[in-house]
């Protein structure tokens, strides 16, 4: 095959694969909306405490349909513990909440089926509920830290909230998951034009050593919850184990090198390591159970038929719309992101004359690391105003006789680095 035609094979593949997916993750997008206008954060932070068994299941309930991933979900966890959470509650919802989310649900229903779109939400409950009983019971002797009460948000109307579902859901939502969804997205349709059907069968490598593989290559990268369904649908249609793709779907969300850094830093040592053991336990259990104890074709027949090759372009007009609509939010998610650099820019320079101190953060990612830095640093009494801006890593704080080094103890009790 020529240089074209595996381009051309390579943007059929693209166009097939985004077509499928996409009016699914336009839904969840919609439904992550939901959740974060008409469910406030201190109906969630109640639900942390109590009893371990009762922590663990409430926080991995809570964690489930949240479209966080990892990059969301560390900062959140990091200020959720830092405003009273246990340390059971907390490694709970590290646990379950990356592994899936509204939008990853629909989308793995989408190109995989219901199998696989009703084993990754019982898996990130079952490992969540696990973690952090663990946790709770190997960390009870621990000294419990001081922690500041979070604020009360005051009520919203009607017409806030249903602004805020469209401008979390289709702008900011999309602005933190579009750069992994457009590299899952590439990446499976590299490997579909590039690697011929049933390759890792050719290999005869068995399933449980395509799992310890994959389970090597994910836990120290990251791929987001919806970015990591395209990968693992190519990975099954190129001969992959089912249970072997499970391990992407489960451990590659909800690990990465920044995450297991930033839980030993504000957990401690044991709370990592079962963090980790969970998910390494979960992800392997959960696929052997896949490949050797339920049928393999419920695992398989939906992928083929989607993204085989008798599939071909045929795709449906509203597939195609919704790929389009998805496309263009991403694209004004750039632009957003830019304009709204540009204009904190423009204020840092009015704002020259009045008494600002301006730091630099490092390990803010998305809109949820720019949303706890600001209300954790509002909460000091010497800071008036806080505005964060992502894509330089700044944050300017305006008030009077600011404390720089209460503002450093600050941010980096929540997980991040103030330079």
Excluded at 201 to 218: D, F, G, T
Excluded at 268 to 285: H, R, V
Aim: with cysteine.
């Amino acid at each position: 095959m020529q240089a074209g035609q595996y381009i051309v094979k390579f943007l059929g593949d693209f166009v097939i694969i985004l077509g499928e997916m996409a009016p699914y993750l336009l839904l969840g997008f919609f439904f992550a909306g939901l959740l974060y206008a008409f469910i406030p954060r201190e109906k969630i932070d109640k639900y942390f405490n109590g009893s371990p068994f009762r922590s663990s299941v409430f926080s991995s309930l809570l964690g489930i349909p949240l479209p966080l991933c990892s990059c969301g979900v560390i900062p959140t966890g990091a200020a959720l513990y830092k405003n009273g959470a246990s340390k059971g509650g907390t490694v709970s919802f590290l646990i379950s909440t990356p592994q899936t989310g509204v939008d990853s649900i629909l989308a793995t229903f989408s190109l995989m089926g219901l199998p696989f779109a009703i084993i990754r939400p019982i898996a990130a409950l079952i490992t969540g509920i696990s973690g952090g009983l663990i946790t709770s019971v190997i960390t009870k002797n621990e000294p419990v830290e001081q922690h500041v009460a979070e604020t009360v948000s005051k009520p919203k109307s009607l017409t806030h909230k249903i602004k805020a579902i469209f401008r979390y859901g289709f702008v900011e939502f999309i602005q933190d998951i579009s750069k992994w969804l457009i590299i899952g997205l590439v990446l499976a349709a590299i490997i579909s034009a590039l690697i011929p059907n049933d390759f890792f069968e050719l290999l005869n490598m068995s399933p449980i050593l395509q799992m310890l593989l994959i389970l090597v290559v994910s836990v120290p990268l990251y791929i987001c919850a919806t970015g990591s369904i395209p990968l693992a649908a190519i990975l099954i249609l190129k001969g992959v184990s089912p249970g072997a793709a499970f391990v992407l779907l489960m451990a590659g969300p909800a690990t990465n090198a920044a995450t297991i850094t930033m839980i030993g830093k504000i957990l401690g040592k044991k709370s990592l390591f079962t963090y980790l053991a969970t998910i390494i336990i979960g992800a392997m259990g959960f696929g052997l159970i896949i490949d050797y104890a339920l049928p393999v074709q419920w695992f398989t027949e939906i992928t083929s038929q989607h993204l085989g090759h008798d599939h071909g372009t045929n795709l449906a007009w509203w597939q195609i719309g919704s790929g389009v609509l998805l496309l263009g939010l991403i694209i004004n998610g750039y632009i957003q992101k830019y304009l709204a650099a540009k204009q904190n820019s423009e204020s840092q320079l009015k704002n020259d004359i009045m008494k600002v101190q301006t730091i630099k953060v490092e390990g803010m990612t998305c809109n949820h690391c720019k949303a706890n830095v600001e209300n954790n640093l509002k909460k000091l009494a010497f800071v008036d105003n806080v505005v964060v801006n992502l894509a330089d890593k700044s944050v300017t704080l305006e008030g009077d006789d600011i404390d720089l080094e209460k503002v450093k103890e600050t941010v980096e009790s929540i997980g991040y680095k103030a330079v």
